[in-house]
């Protein structure tokens, strides 16, 4: 069983999310699947008639404008009547919500809902979660769904999301405030800088490496397997769906295997260091290299530093970054010499101005500590490195340079 975890920050309050699985009825499961449906149909349609509005009158349909409309599309399609009537107002709010992230920058355009990919709709409210029943009250159910509530709560339910995975599993997850502030970040030395790789997912300052135990590569002998056995069934027939069933089942466990790993890593971090430095990494971009995309996106380097900024702000810990053309890599971390010469299959090299024999992602991960350290305005005290300063070992050089 996973545990999810978010975090949002508002006026400094704690909103924490709790993921249970949920074991409905036949008949529950019937309702929560309408449910899916029309929230899906009118989330597309809703859709639809944005981009029309806009295509062919240059004209932006606000939420309320569509939920206006709703209550005519119900005397149109009565089944829409069959469901909670928040879960589609949520459904046209999030189709908003997705516009203004695409207008501002921050995500692609919105896509149409597929039946056969992860299902979900929301609740702001009337949900009530007993634990000593061990049962979920959702308004539309007659009867308490059971769930597995492994782990309380203390706080005020905000919202509620049903899921249901492509492999027909349940979950709901609640939204809590806790009414509980974030801790004030704790300033100290005790700081880590970290060298994301493929290899190795991470590699600290302080010689600690996080292997990449490349879950999605060991499976993929499998999962070309399975793949072939699927194109083989003919499309529509019961032996199609149940391989595509197994498929994603498959692809499930790997997704699980990944985040179980990156928790623990993450957790680990946190709890060691009260300052962690990261690369600002563009990895959209990286993705787009067809020859690593499969490696960097079975790494998830945009998870790991999900997971470690919002369990940094739990603990009161903090999370910087240093620029993304910073030359971490080709920079001596004990002497600060500049060494332009190194490629990217180069894993070891010898400095030339002190002699020094540096791992390539350890001698990164120092210096990513070192610029981020300046950045922040702290010193460092750490006894594993000298760091002297940069400016003037880079003088020293080209001093040298023009003498020989």
Known sequence: MYVVCINICI???MLRAFKYRILPTDEQKMLLDKHFGCVRFLYNLALETKSAAYLGNKISLSYNELSAQLTDLKKECEWLREVNSQCLQMALRNLDNSFQNFFKGRASFPNFKKKTAKQSFQLPQNVLVDFKSGCIFLPKFKEPIKAVLHRKFDGDIKTVTISKTPTGKYFVSVLVDNHKELPKPIKSNNAVGIDLGIKTIAVCSDGTEYANPKHLQKAMVKLKWMQRQLSKKQKGSTRRKAWKFRIAKQHEKISNQRKDFLHKATNEITNRF?????????IKGMVKNHKLAGAISDCGWNMFETMLKYKSEWKGKRVEYIGRFEPSSKICSCCGA????????????????????HNRDRN???NILSF??????????LEYAEQPSLDGALKRKKRLSSVI
């Open 11 to 13: 006026f400094a309050v």
């Open 274 to 282: 009260d300052l962690v430095i990261l690369e600002d990494l563009n």
């Open 338 to 357: 500049m060494n332009n010469e190194l490629t990217l299959d180069v894993i070891e090299w010898i400095c030339d101005n002190c002699n020094t024999t």
């Open 364 to 366: 990164a991960a120092n």
């Open 372 to 381: 981020g350290l300046r950045n922040t305005g702290v010193e460092r005290t």
